[in-house]
């Protein structure tokens, strides 16, 4: 073994090389206030090994970026831990980052003959944060998407050369396929070799000059070897085991699919550079211009950086520096805080939202994973289209855009939030539509139809109250259950009225409530038909005002006579005509009750579908999801308690 | 070069405490570096750790079992001349699920017992896509001449294995559902992929 190394040194002259490498002597012995740098190699070489393997699944196009983010996340073996550890060491080495630089400052190491080496160290920074600010844009998602966009609209505004500046970085005057393939470049081949070359500048100008030793008469000289490098392995295991943990027990977020249609109202940059995104919210920073608050200011604080060495020629220049740094770091802390108080803990109105936006982000993103595994999967034409056609992400944002103003859904305008006007709950003016069409829904209506439209009472219909239209008219379907309503739930016509509910709610042919009992729909076709009761008999039968045409015939039972036609109530086609124009023949055409405006013109087709479909529960839900919310709320956001700690 | 500390005369303590710290600096500095290479690796090898998603694409009306259904009795020559026929299912690659797309092709006939047979168009030598030759009705591999006869069997000793026949079913209206199926290319056996 000795002879095949001696061989070796022999033709390499290694033994040189590593003695080099290890032996370096440490004035004042090993310590672990000198671990910082080495935890920084550290964080880098884990970025590279797992970004080398991320690497291996990733494809960079507006249509595969998210996609195979979301592969590499929820089916690749180990896919999360990989993604986890990069996402996560990416943060820890700006925080390691910011620890070498301050104790750098604070120890005064940048000083002369050190200046070359503290500017290398800078120019590291810049690469490091480029490093971050292109990674966060990779999955594609609505998050990085947004949050990156601000970044390079910053770039816009550069004076004289901004535009340009920004059309190269984006590949094109906005974001698209090149955009992310450019990013990618950046990200995984031209930002990582600077970086490579300027870490080999740094640490080779750093044993030139040797370590700066804090106190070197701390304690008999030491050596890297083995003294230091056991601190610095100690100190990358507690760093790689924080990365493991929040890996583990955290994840990476991955939010739905980039779509520059869906505003995302949650968005916010990452943490470390949150302290800017507050600055710029300042008014009296705003008042400056974009370009002062967002490029000067922090132009100025590199400026200040690499003047430092400069700076510290002069008498009472160092402790010039070190009091700046501490006030500049005060601020930002401060500025941090600040920002995640607001966003976290405060109870303003746009915080209240804000959280709301996070709490819906989380539910899209849940729900898009939810359709991504599902038997359709992904298109080719990616996901994003999968949130877009999806009738229970559209369908309470179109109810609460279109329908809230007079309807609720149980008790909130779809998307879980109440209906406020002006600071005040707002009294809902037509019937709560949730659980529409459903068993309950019917008997409400035939036995509790003063309470379904009691809200009509809140609202008028030209100078007369609608409600007294509704409710107080004797010779309608409000008088009718006013007349029958005992009669109906006399134990001895329960299954008269059961009957009656299955039949009316089998006119529907709703796929959600199948199967319908046989034998009670045909019981409660005669009930229908003929008014056949145990006990008691109907002043009128149904019929005699209600037509229908019963599912599956082709005759019509009666004629159309002074109430809305039954045929295939509640149903897909039924409500779809009913929304386009309730004013027809066949809903409200008869009388003046009718208070809710024909939506044929101002609904597009599409737009209708994803809302209707989204009512009669058809759309794909998992079967684990299913199981879970039976009985509960279909939809709802906020009774989600989904807050995400910072 | 500073001098290399075994180097110097040390007491048994002090060197003692030295290849404790050496022990250790070399445990610890192999699990950090370790842990990211082998998760990294386990991720890499996804492909033969773990078993995935097929996707369903049985036609409507499927005898189940994944019968495709090709073609229908009506297309086929009396006279036992194969007819080349495209497969088309859903297919999931990676992330992607797409519907109704070309993911092979068989030969059909007419056999002389008067059912349908259906062989793998792929060549069992290297994965060509074979040809029929009319004039001495003979399947042919374009790459290197592996030949076939019309039952499949193998007329020279190229291939290693003869054509890969498929099931096949004729339902009551003459359509014709194929199992298709695909095998591993250049052994003897046959063994189905996925």
């Given at each position: 073994m000795k002879k095949l190394l001696n061989w070796l040194d022999d033709r390499t002259g290694y033994r040189e090389v590593v003695n080099d490498a290890l032996y370096?002597?440490?004035?004042?012995?090993?310590?672990?206030?000198?671990?910082?740098?080495?935890?920084?190699?550290?964080?880098?070489?884990?970025?590279?090994?797992?970004?080398?393997?991320l690497w291996t699944a990733y494809a960079p196009s507006t249509q595969t970026a998210w996609e195979s983010v979301y592969y590499i996340q929820n089916e690749m073996t180990l896919g999360w831990l990989v993604r986890g550890i990069h996402h996560f060491a990416a943060q820890a080495m700006v925080v390691l980052l910011v620890i070498h630089l301050?104790?750098?400052?604070?120890?005064?190491?940048?000083?002369?003959?050190?200046?070359?080496?503290?500017?290398?160290?800078?120019?590291?920074?810049?690469?490091?944060?480029?490093?971050?600010?292109?990674?966060?844009?990779?999955?594609?998602?609505?998050?990085?998407?947004?949050?990156?966009?601000?970044?390079?609209?910053?770039?816009?505004?550069?004076?004289?050369?901004?535009?340009?500046?920004?059309?190269?970085?984006?590949?094109?005057?906005?974001?698209?396929?090149?955009?992310?393939?450019?990013?990618?470049?950046?990200?995984?081949?031209?930002?990582?070799?600077?970086?490579?070359?300027?870490l080999g500048l740094h640490i080779a100008v750093f044993r030139r000059h040797g370590i700066h030793a804090k106190d070197p008469s701390h304690a008999p000289e030491g050596m890297f070897w083995p003294d230091q490098i056991l601190k610095d392995a100690v100190a990358c295991l507690a760093v790689l085991a924080t990365v493991l943990l929040l890996s583990i027990y955290k994840g990476a977020e991955l939010s739905a699919p980039a779509d520059p249609s869906t505003p995302y109202d949650a968005a916010r940059p990452?943490?470390?550079?949150?302290?800017?995104?507050?600055?710029?919210?300042?008014?009296f920073i705003d008042k400056f211009g974009l370009a002062f608050g967002a490029i000067y200011i922090p132009g100025a604080l590199m400026l200040f950086l690499v003047m430092m060495p400069i700076v510290a020629i002069w008498r009472f220049g160092h402790q010039l520096n070190v009091a700046v740094t501490m006030i500049l770091t005060a601020c930002i802390v401060g500025l941090t805080g600040l920002a995640l108080y607001e966003d976290w803990y405060s109870d303003s109105e746009a915080s209240v939202k804000f959280r709301n936006d996070v709490a819906a982000a989380h539910h899209d993103a849940a729900r898009v994973r939810e359709l991504a595994q599902g038997p359709a999967g992904i298109p080719s034409s990616g996901a994003v289209s999968l949130l877009r056609n999806d009738p229970l992400t559209q369908g309470p944002k179109i109810f609460a855009a279109r329908c809230a103003s007079c309807h609720r859904f149980n008790g909130h305008d779809g998307t879980g939030h109440i209906v406020m006007v002006e600071g005040e709950e707002a009294p809902a003016t037509a019937a709560d539509l949730g659980g529409f069409g459903s068993r309950q829904w019917v008997e409400d209506i035939l036995v509790n139809y003063q309470e379904v439209f009691a809200p009509t009472r809140n609202t008028t219909k030209e100078g007369t109250n609608l409600g007294e239209l509704f409710l107080d008219d004797e010779y309608n379907m409000a008088g009718w259950v006013k007349e029958?309503?005992?009669?109906?739930?006399?134990?001895?016509?329960?299954?008269?009225?059961?009957?009656?509910?299955?039949?009316?709610?089998?006119?529907?042919?709703?796929?959600?409530?199948?199967?319908?009992?046989?034998?009670?729909?045909?019981?409660?076709?005669?009930?229908?038909?003929?008014?056949?009761?145990?006990?008691?008999?109907?002043?009128?039968?149904?019929?005699d005002c209600h037509d229908v045409k019963v599912r599956g015939e082709e005759e019509a039972l009666g004629f159309p006579g002074t109430a809305p036609v039954l045929t295939g109530y509640a149903g897909r086609e039924w409500l779809k005509s009913f929304i386009s124009n309730p004013a027809t023949e066949q809903h409200y055409g008869y009388g003046d009750k009718n208070a809710m405006p024909a939506f044929e013109d101002s609904l597009p087709e599409r737009e209708l579908d994803l809302l209707v479909r989204w009512m009669l529960n058809d759309y794909y839900v998992s079967a684990e999801k299913s199981s879970h919310s039976e009985d509960s709320d279909h939809q709802s956001s906020t009774d989600e308690s989904e807050t995400e700690d910072p | 070069m500073n001098e290399q500390p075994q180097n110097k005369p040390a007491e048994e303590g002090v060197s003692r405490r030295n290849f404790m710290t050496k022990f250790w600096s070399v445990v610890i500095g192999g699990i950090v570096s370790l842990t990211p290479v082998v998760v990294g690796l386990t991720f890499f090898l996804d492909p033969i750790l773990r078993k995935r998603k097929v996707a369903g694409g049985e036609s409507a009306g499927s005898p189940g079992e994944g019968f495709l259904k090709v073609s229908s009795e009506a297309a086929l020559p009396a006279d036992g001349t194969p007819v080349f026929q495209q497969i088309r299912k859903n297919v999931i690659d990676a992330w992607n699920t797409y519907i109704d797309q070309p993911v092979g092709s068989v030969y059909l006939r007419k056999t002389e017992e008067g059912g349908v047979s259906a062989f793998n168009s792929e060549c069992p030598h290297l994965g060509c896509t074979v040809s029929y030759v009319d004039s001495s009705k003979q399947y042919k591999c374009p790459c290197h001449d592996s030949k076939f006869e019309l039952d499949g069997e193998r007329t020279n000793e190229i291939p290693p294995r003869p054509m890969d026949e498929l099931d096949v079913k004729v339902d009551e209206s003459g359509d014709i559902w194929v199992k298709f199926q695909s095998y591993k290319i250049g052994v003897s056996e046959q063994i189905p992929k996925n």
């Amino acid at each position: 073994m000795k002879k095949l190394l001696n061989w070796l040194d022999d033709r390499t002259g290694y033994r040189e090389v590593v003695n080099d490498a290890l032996y370096e002597s440490i004035p004042g012995g090993a310590r672990w206030r000198y671990v910082w740098g080495s935890t920084l190699v550290f964080t880098f070489f884990l970025q590279v090994i797992t970004g080398i393997f991320l690497w291996t699944a990733y494809a960079p196009s507006t249509q595969t970026a998210w996609e195979s983010v979301y592969y590499i996340q929820n089916e690749m073996t180990l896919g999360w831990l990989v993604r986890g550890i990069h996402h996560f060491a990416a943060q820890a080495m700006v925080v390691l980052l910011v620890i070498h630089l301050l104790q750098v400052i604070i120890d005064g190491a940048y000083k002369a003959p050190r200046e070359v080496n503290f500017w290398l160290g800078i120019v590291l920074m810049g690469i490091v944060l480029g490093l971050s600010l292109t990674g966060y844009l990779l999955p594609w998602d609505q998050k990085g998407y947004y949050a990156t966009k601000v970044a390079t609209n910053i770039m816009g505004v550069t004076p004289a050369v901004g535009t340009e500046v920004q059309q190269i970085v984006q590949g094109g005057s906005d974001y698209g396929h090149h955009t992310l393939t450019r990013f990618f470049a950046l990200h995984a081949g031209i930002l990582p070799g600077l970086l490579i070359a300027f870490l080999g500048l740094h640490i080779a100008v750093f044993r030139r000059h040797g370590i700066h030793a804090k106190d070197p008469s701390h304690a008999p000289e030491g050596m890297f070897w083995p003294d230091q490098i056991l601190k610095d392995a100690v100190a990358c295991l507690a760093v790689l085991a924080t990365v493991l943990l929040l890996s583990i027990y955290k994840g990476a977020e991955l939010s739905a699919p980039a779509d520059p249609s869906t505003p995302y109202d949650a968005a916010r940059p990452e943490w470390y550079f949150l302290f800017l995104f507050r600055f710029l919210k300042f008014e009296f920073i705003d008042k400056f211009g974009l370009a002062f608050g967002a490029i000067y200011i922090p132009g100025a604080l590199m400026l200040f950086l690499v003047m430092m060495p400069i700076v510290a020629i002069w008498r009472f220049g160092h402790q010039l520096n070190v009091a700046v740094t501490m006030i500049l770091t005060a601020c930002i802390v401060g500025l941090t805080g600040l920002a995640l108080y607001e966003d976290w803990y405060s109870d303003s109105e746009a915080s209240v939202k804000f959280r709301n936006d996070v709490a819906a982000a989380h539910h899209d993103a849940a729900r898009v994973r939810e359709l991504a595994q599902g038997p359709a999967g992904i298109p080719s034409s990616g996901a994003v289209s999968l949130l877009r056609n999806d009738p229970l992400t559209q369908g309470p944002k179109i109810f609460a855009a279109r329908c809230a103003s007079c309807h609720r859904f149980n008790g909130h305008d779809g998307t879980g939030h109440i209906v406020m006007v002006e600071g005040e709950e707002a009294p809902a003016t037509a019937a709560d539509l949730g659980g529409f069409g459903s068993r309950q829904w019917v008997e409400d209506i035939l036995v509790n139809y003063q309470e379904v439209f009691a809200p009509t009472r809140n609202t008028t219909k030209e100078g007369t109250n609608l409600g007294e239209l509704f409710l107080d008219d004797e010779y309608n379907m409000a008088g009718w259950v006013k007349e029958h309503k005992e009669t109906l739930l006399m134990p001895e016509n329960q299954e008269a009225l059961n009957g009656l509910i299955e039949f009316l709610v089998a006119q529907s042919g709703r796929e959600d409530f199948a199967p319908y009992d046989e034998a009670l729909v045909a019981k409660g076709r005669d009930v229908f038909e003929n008014g056949t009761l145990a006990k008691g008999e109907f002043s009128s039968n149904c019929l005699d005002c209600h037509d229908v045409k019963v599912r599956g015939e082709e005759e019509a039972l009666g004629f159309p006579g002074t109430a809305p036609v039954l045929t295939g109530y509640a149903g897909r086609e039924w409500l779809k005509s009913f929304i386009s124009n309730p004013a027809t023949e066949q809903h409200y055409g008869y009388g003046d009750k009718n208070a809710m405006p024909a939506f044929e013109d101002s609904l597009p087709e599409r737009e209708l579908d994803l809302l209707v479909r989204w009512m009669l529960n058809d759309y794909y839900v998992s079967a684990e999801k299913s199981s879970h919310s039976e009985d509960s709320d279909h939809q709802s956001s906020t009774d989600e308690s989904e807050t995400e700690d910072p | 070069m500073n001098e290399q500390p075994q180097n110097k005369p040390a007491e048994e303590g002090v060197s003692r405490r030295n290849f404790m710290t050496k022990f250790w600096s070399v445990v610890i500095g192999g699990i950090v570096s370790l842990t990211p290479v082998v998760v990294g690796l386990t991720f890499f090898l996804d492909p033969i750790l773990r078993k995935r998603k097929v996707a369903g694409g049985e036609s409507a009306g499927s005898p189940g079992e994944g019968f495709l259904k090709v073609s229908s009795e009506a297309a086929l020559p009396a006279d036992g001349t194969p007819v080349f026929q495209q497969i088309r299912k859903n297919v999931i690659d990676a992330w992607n699920t797409y519907i109704d797309q070309p993911v092979g092709s068989v030969y059909l006939r007419k056999t002389e017992e008067g059912g349908v047979s259906a062989f793998n168009s792929e060549c069992p030598h290297l994965g060509c896509t074979v040809s029929y030759v009319d004039s001495s009705k003979q399947y042919k591999c374009p790459c290197h001449d592996s030949k076939f006869e019309l039952d499949g069997e193998r007329t020279n000793e190229i291939p290693p294995r003869p054509m890969d026949e498929l099931d096949v079913k004729v339902d009551e209206s003459g359509d014709i559902w194929v199992k298709f199926q695909s095998y591993k290319i250049g052994v003897s056996e046959q063994i189905p992929k996925n």
